[in-house]
């Protein structure tokens, strides 16, 4: 065959091959899309999932299909996320905890924050906490808790199922100067339930999912880790104004995808997330559990996976944990 014959069909298989890149990009999503939440159903990133899902389904057009995959504190839902086929149906809703917190907290995390994930987009900032502890513990603030554990190192146990909630309890005891046991957990649901039933004696919660149950009276609350009260519960001291000034812990969510995902597909999702995070129901339904909508796109992302690694690494290594 000529050069010339040769180079003509290349091109035209170049320009086949183009074209039907370009179709199947502006055709995307053409089916069910996966948001994988590496938490167990029930906890407050699980309620947030299903609000965004809900409304991201109706924008995209094809169903966004939530799969609760726990375990690891949310390292084997992200690391499902991770090894997943790069196409654009697979999606994962990472936090400061499960993707950035982790790479310092698990000795054998089987992904890389940065080498195995591609950030898509900002969704949350500012999801607090509140500590919380068991009603029949003879304390009624944090000075009285503070004083309990002081007096007896090492007798009472906290909870975690997340490396956030962990870092979180960890900050507490550095600051406080107090001995807690610490026990893992498969989800945050466990943790809460075990705590009012009296099997643990404090944890650090989301306050979306502990507020309930402290308004009927199954659990006492100590302090709310935000720098100011809380609006949905004013009536809550924060751990600063309680005793240890300047404590403040907060996490934020995003979405990450598989490494090397298309672009185009990236930049289509992320679009659709930020015409719902602007969506007045959608933004009323996350202020309800106190958090607040962060709209941002991969590069945004990119940057604030950066400053949170490097302030998790500071967090671990000041309270001196060991990795697990």
């Known amino acids: 065959m000529k050069k010339s014959s040769i180079a003509l069909t290349c091109f035209f298989v170049i320009a086949a091959c183009t074209t039907s890149i370009s179709q199947a990009t502006a055709d995307y999503p053409t089916k069910p899309i996966s948001l994988i939440v590496p938490l167990g159903a029930g906890g407050a990133t699980d309620v947030v999932a299903r609000v965004i899902a809900e409304k991201l389904s109706e924008k995209l057009g094809q169903p966004v299909v939530i799969e609760n995959r726990p375990g690891a504190e949310g390292a084997m839902g992200v690391h499902a996320a991770a090894k997943a086929a790069p196409d654009g149906y697979t999606y994962v809703l990472g936090s400061s905890s499960t993707v ?70 960890e900050s507490f005891k550095t600051m406080a100067g107090v001995d807690l046991q610490m026990i893992n957990y498969k989800s945050s649901p466990q943790a ?69 995902t298309p672009q185009a597909a990236i930049d289509k999702f992320s679009s659709a997330l930020a015409v719902v995070l602007k969506d007045p129901e959608t933004e009323q339904r996350i202020k309800a559990i106190n958090a607040a909508p962060m709209v941002g796109n991969a590069e945004d992302l990119r940057q604030l996976l950066h400053t949170e690694m490097q302030r998790a690494e500071k967090i671990v290594r000041d309270a001196n944990i060991q990795p697990e």
């Open 100 to 169: 950035a917190a982790n790479y310092y907290l698990r000795k054998n995390l089987p992904f890389h924050p940065i080498n195995d994930l591609a950030p898509v987009s900002t969704a949350l900032k500012d999801f607090f906490n509140v500590l919380v502890i068991n009603p029949n513990i003879p304390a009624n603030n944090l000075k009285e808790f503070i004083a309990l554990a002081k007096a007896s190192p090492g007798k009472y146990n906290y909870g975690a199922a997340t490396s956030g909630a962990k870092i979180c309890m």
């Open 192 to 260: 809460l339930n075990d705590l009012i039933g009296g099997r643990l004696d404090i944890i650090c919660e989301p306050v979306a999912t502990a507020l309930p149950n402290i308004a009927a009276g199954r659990l006492k609350a100590i302090g709310v880790t935000s720098p100011e009260r809380v609006e949905n519960a004013p009536e809550l001291p924060t751990v600063s104004e309680s005793g240890l000034p300047d404590f403040s812990f907060s996490a934020w969510v995003a979405v990450f995808s598989p490494a090397n």
